[in-house]
């Protein structure tokens, strides 16, 4: 996990996840403790044309 954001007034969280394929994800999804309580939904993100040069000594541009 990247960063994880509370919505109070929403009642819910938001989770910036990076990982290499969709089965790891949900394969770290399904190892949350809470995870039979979760409602989840995913939507892959992709970098912005306009977005910032990740930096070569992190994992950030995979």
Do not use: F, I, K, Y
């Amino acid at each position: 996990m990247l960063r994880l954001w509370s919505l109070p007034r929403a009642c819910h969280n938001l989770g910036h996840w990076q990982v290499r394929s969709a089965p790891e994800l949900q394969h770290l999804l399904e190892s949350l403790p809470l995870a039979r309580w979760l409602t989840v939904t995913t939507d892959r993100l992709t970098r912005h044309p306009n977005g910032p040069t990740p930096n070569p000594t992190t994992n950030a541009g995979q």
